[in-house]
């Protein structure tokens, strides 16, 4: 079963773009969730997605953006882009929204905003 | 609100010594917890949980960790590290009931010698 798929794995991108970032999470799994990864803030939580609906966010402007399609694949958006965004973006998904499930990462999408 | 406290942010070790890292956490209501290993440049893997049961949790590659309610602990140990466990590990509580947001801490960089 393949696992959680993150693309582009390594991207750069210039302050004032925006960015699109894609997930493709396991196999029958509904639930996906970003994170940010950055050296000062450590891991943070940025939204869940299910059934295509924005379920829970995080404390993150509205630069901030994700959706969730049909087939549960989804993707994240960055406008406006800032040198603080420079960040390893993780995608994870599970079965359903119940809690305690075990969450499953990507191995992320290394976004480098010069 | 919930917090994840990581005591300590690096932790040399010898091969084959015992090796525990510190997790404390703070929350308003029940939660559950879990600890993850990141391997450099890769996603997070998820080595245990603890839902309900049994405070010792048994995880992979040979980790354990004990839920300590009173002082809101949950501390990972392994009694014999190799090279090969070289690596970081959060620590992450989330909410019982739905939703898939986890809180890390900070994170602890195991540093296995040889």
């Known amino acids: 079963k393949a696992g959680v798929t993150q693309t582009p794995r390594y991207l750069i991108k210039t302050r004032g773009q925006q960015v699109t970032l894609s997930c493709s999470p396991i196999?029958?799994?509904?639930?996906v969730s970003w994170y940010q990864q950055t050296p000062g803030q450590g891991l943070q939580f940025l939204f869940e997605?299910?059934?295509?609906?924005?379920?829970n966010k995080g404390n993150f402007p509205g630069r901030f953006s994700g959706r969730q399609f049909s087939n549960s694949r989804s993707e994240m958006n960055v406008s406006t882009l800032e040198l603080g965004d420079s960040a390893l973006y993780l995608c994870?998904?599970?079965?359903?929204?119940?809690?305690?499930?075990?969450?499953?990462f990507g191995e992320g999408s290394w976004l480098t905003v010069v | 609100a919930q917090s994840v406290t990581q005591l300590d942010s690096q932790v040399p070790v010898f091969e084959e010594a015992p090796v525990e890292l510190r997790c404390n956490y703070s929350?308003?209501?029940?939660?559950?917890l879990f600890w993850y290993v990141q391997y450099p440049n890769q996603g997070l893997q998820l080595l245990l949980k603890?839902?309900?049961?049994?405070?010792l949790v048994k995880g992979i590659n040979g980790f354990e960790a004990e839920f300590n309610k009173s002082q809101t602990s949950f501390h990972l140990r392994k009694p014999s590290v190799h090279i090969s466990d070289t690596a970081e590990y959060f620590c992450?509580?989330?909410?019982?009931?739905?939703?898939?947001?986890?809180?890390f801490g900070a994170g602890t960089i195991l540093r296995v010698k040889s």
């Open positions: 603890y839902l309900s049961g049994s405070t």
């Open positions: 196999s029958g799994h509904r639930s």
């Open positions: 994870a998904s599970t079965p359903d929204r119940r809690a305690g499930n075990t969450i499953y």
């Open positions: 992450a509580v989330s909410d019982r009931g739905y939703g898939n947001k986890l809180v």
């Open positions: 997605y299910f059934s295509e609906t924005q379920r």
């Open positions: 929350s308003s209501v029940s939660v559950y």
